[in-house]
């Protein structure tokens, strides 16, 4: 799961009073060395100052006990030369800047209406100066379509640097944010570098964003909103839970690290991109140290494009995260990652093509909650795992591969198999997920369809297809034009590798299953067609339920052995031919 989902199109961004028109030009020049215009009052332990208006000091002393905050439906931001600060007790020496803006309200469905503080809003092509801690906004030039060479940072927990919502087409050029602080929802985009929201279309041009917090995301893209990063680096690093955080799912908390149950850990994604948001990147890198860098969450209709960009965790996560009606398409891309290339739940789709490349540690591609999505890895793409290749974890899914090479080290290339998810087990045995737990895209109109159908032209592959939930539905597989295949093909019976169901102690070895072939134990089964071209050596012993062999298709042993057949325990030739039952394609050591 990427993270809470099914959020609905209830977050909503209120703009309140109506905003005063920006200044056509807004100039921001260097945050340091200019003379005060205010002074501070006495401020005494125990005392309270309401700032009105926004006041800038040569230096400020706040004392223990001392409160400074803003009128009511205002918030409060100090900037010490042009640096977001935290106002704690303590002497702030240089230009000290107190901006209380408008409260740019959130609601959500899933936790209480709380409310933003960013350096810039922009709304409908224009900077909203009651909303916009501009004095956090330094050097460069500001306008109400473009801003070039500015940099914000903010060194305390849930500031924004950057919203824009309504209309407003806006480009960003050489943008810096450094933000470092925890964020507060990373769901709706509370504490996010970059936030964009309703009809907003926004592009980065050679943006460096970096952000140092637990759900501290860098991008978060909602409403309608669209989103074009170009030659540009994010990178996200982890941060310290709060004192007391209790880990949740679904219970009405904010969460603030991925749910362990996907054998993943970390607090911080790099993106996010929600409801009914699209996503371009060309050119970028983007580096998550844990949990994930390119996720979707919260989904209605998403769309992720990735061309010639890195894609890359450190420590753990995933590449990328397609969940409900998210389509995640990938050309020419690099993906170095611990855990996952992609996460898919639901209906989503991930495509791999042009010559995109996937190196994972571990796996290449899960699919787990709901079933309905699709995989397309093509035109010359390639993936290397540690684990397994694929893994559809009690879901239906549609699969097809393409002119790609495929490499698992541990020699399993697609792999259906019970869900392990403890939590999810927990609850199914309980009778079903409750509303907003993050593990599902929403209400279905029908139950899913639990068919796995893969379909393989012109690749060489050497690795097994294994299907180990015949209790949930049918695996179809289909060597199509041009497909040599070495390997198992066969049902099977997965079991925890360790001989032992995961925990929190042992989550990473979710996933990790060991295998027993042998026929089918539930009541589906496993269909393997060979269309004329294409040749499947047995490389063990392998047991199907259908077989369709083609004129001018082969299905042979490997070098120096034998290959057996039986249908229902009756020895058959191997011959062109429609065959259904209990089928067994031996393979055994020939005579001499």
Same mark, same amino acid.
């Given at each position: ?9 209830? /977050? =909503? ?38 700032? @009105?208006?926004? &006041? ?25 030369? #042009? ?6 007790? #303590? ?25 933003? /503080?960013?350096?810039?809003?922009? @709304? ?30 903010? /060194? ?10 309504? &209309? ?77 955080? $209790?880990?949740?799912? #679904?219970?009405? /908390? ?74 995640? =398409? ?15 739940? #639901? ?8 010559? &995109? ?11 787990? $909650? ?44 697609? $792999? ?79 079991? %925890? ?5 995961? =925990? ?16 089918? =134990? ?12 294409? @040749? ?21 042993? %490997? ?16 011959? %062109? ?16």
């Amino acid at each position: 799961m990427a993270g809470r989902a099914d959020m609905k199109s209830a /977050r =909503t961004l209120h703009t309140g009073v109506a905003a005063a028109a920006a200044a056509a030009l807004l100039a921001l020049g260097s945050a340091g060395g200019a003379v005060a215009d205010s002074s501070a009052p006495v401020l005494t332990a125990g005392s309270a100052w309401v700032v @009105e208006k926004t &006041t800038t000091l040569a230096g400020l002393s706040i004392p223990p006990g001392v409160h400074l905050r803003a009128p009511p439906g205002h918030g409060l931001t100090m900037t010490v030369a #042009g640096v977001d600060t935290a106002m704690a007790p #303590g002497a702030y020496q240089g230009k000290v800047v107190l901006t209380p803006t408008e409260d740019i309200v959130v609601k959500s469905a899933s936790v209480a209406p709380h409310a933003l /503080r960013t350096a810039l809003y922009i @709304e409908d092509g224009r900077i909203v100066p009651e909303k916009s801690v501009t004095a956090a906004v330094v050097g460069g030039v500001v306008t109400g379509t473009h801003a070039s060479d500015i940099s914000i940072t903010s /060194r305390a927990e849930n500031f924004n640097g950057i919203i824009v919502t309504g &209309t407003s087409r806006y480009v960003f050029n050489r943008l810096r944010l450094d933000l470092t602080g925890n964020g507060g929802d990373d769901t709706d985009g509370f504490g996010a570098g970059i936030l964009t929201s309703g009809h907003a279309e926004v592009t980065l041009d050679a943006a460096k964003i970096t952000t140092r917090g637990a759900i501290r995301t860098a991008v978060f893209v909602a409403g309608y909103s669209t989103m074009h990063i170009n030659n540009s680096a994010i990178e996200v690093f982890p941060g310290t839970l709060p004192a007391g955080y $209790q880990e949740n799912i #679904g219970d009405g /908390r904010v969460m603030m690290e991925v749910p362990w149950m996907l054998g993943l850990s970390g607090n911080v994604r790099a993106t996010n991109t929600v409801e009914h948001g699209t996503i371009y990147y060309q050119h970028s890198h983007i580096k998550s140290h844990g949990w994930g860098a390119l996720s979707t969450d919260g989904v209605q209709v998403v769309r992720l494009y990735a061309d010639d960009t890195l894609i890359e965790n450190e420590g753990a996560g995933y590449g990328a995260y397609a969940l409900g009606d998210a389509i995640d =398409t990938f050309r020419h891309c690099r993906f170095e990652v611990v855990d996952y290339g992609l996460i898919v739940g #639901g209906k989503g789709t991930g495509v791999f093509t042009d010559g &995109t490349r996937v190196h994972s540690q571990r796996f290449g591609v899960m699919l787990h $909650q709901g079933g309905g999505g699709s995989l397309i890895i093509d035109k010359g793409s390639q993936f290397h795992t540690g684990s397994t290749l694929i893994e559809i974890k009690g879901r239906g899914a549609n699969i097809a591969i393409d002119g790609a090479q495929l490499r698992a080290d541990n020699g399993v290339l697609v $792999q259906t198999m019970d869900n392990d998810d403890p939590f999810m087990k927990a609850m199914m045995a309980k009778g079903g997920m409750p509303p907003g737990a993050g593990l599902s895209p929403g209400p279905a109109a029908a139950p899913p369809k639990n068919d796995v159908a893969v379909s393989l032209s012109h690749v060489r592959l050497q690795g097994d297809l294994l299907h180990a939930q015949t209790d949930l539905g049918e695996m179809i597989v289909a060597l199509k034009s041009d497909v040599t295949l070495s390997g198992a093909i066969s049902t099977a019976v997965a079991t %925890p590798a360790t001989g032992k169901d995961p =925990t929190r102690a042992t989550y990473r070895e979710i996933g990790e299953v060991r295998n027993a072939l042998g026929p089918a =134990t539930g009541q589906h089964g496993l269909s393997v067609s060979i269309e004329s071209g294409s @040749e499947w050596t047995v490389g063990r012993t392998s047991y199907l339920t259908k077989l369709d062999v083609a004129e001018g298709a082969s299905v042979r042993a %490997p070098a120096g052995h034998a290959l057996v057949m039986k249908v229902n325990g009756a020895d058959t030739e191997l011959k %062109p031919g429609h065959y259904v039952g209990q089928i067994e394609l031996g393979v055994r050591a020939s005579a001499g």
